[in-house]
């Protein structure tokens, strides 16, 4: 529910594109200010990822972050896919990604949101569709199983709790 808030919330193609790729690939909040244009694949609807150490890792996004990706528009040219809208449109920092995301996050009533928690949900969302744990780890860039496992016992705890308030009603 809290993401579909947050996506209505969006008042400008450039917070529905960045919220889009934040819920359909769970990348961490420094990887999305290093993506470039050229990062993007819109015909695989997959993006490079050069995240910790150097490492780059392939994710792949949804069908409705693509449309939204490609109907932003930007009356200026950067190399950056989420630039600065002023001169000389570098990329954005962690800071006012930060900043978007929880105004984004306001106007939706959502509360503590921030950049970390779309990770959770992505990582909750993959568990729930059957992904395997080894699958996962790779998806979120984790070095060590014991790293997503974290995440894989958060979901586990999610589901059960949802599955005792159906059942108990």
Known sequence: EDIALMQDA??????????????STGIRREEITKIQVSDVNFNQM????????????????????????????RGYESEYLFASDRKPHGKLTVNSIHAYVKDIGILAGVSNVHLH???????????NKGVKIQDLKDMMGHESIDTTNNYYIYSNIERIRSECKIHAA
């Open 10 to 23: 969006c008042k400008t193609a450039k917070d529905t594109a960045l919220i889009d790729l934040l819920v």
């Open 46 to 73: 997959s993006i490079m990822i050069h995240g910790k150490g150097a490492k780059e890792r392939m994710v792949y996004f949804s069908s409705r972050c693509k449309v939204h990706l490609q109907l932003r528009t």
């Open 117 to 127: 928690r779309f990770r959770k949900w992505f990582a909750t969302s993959m568990i």
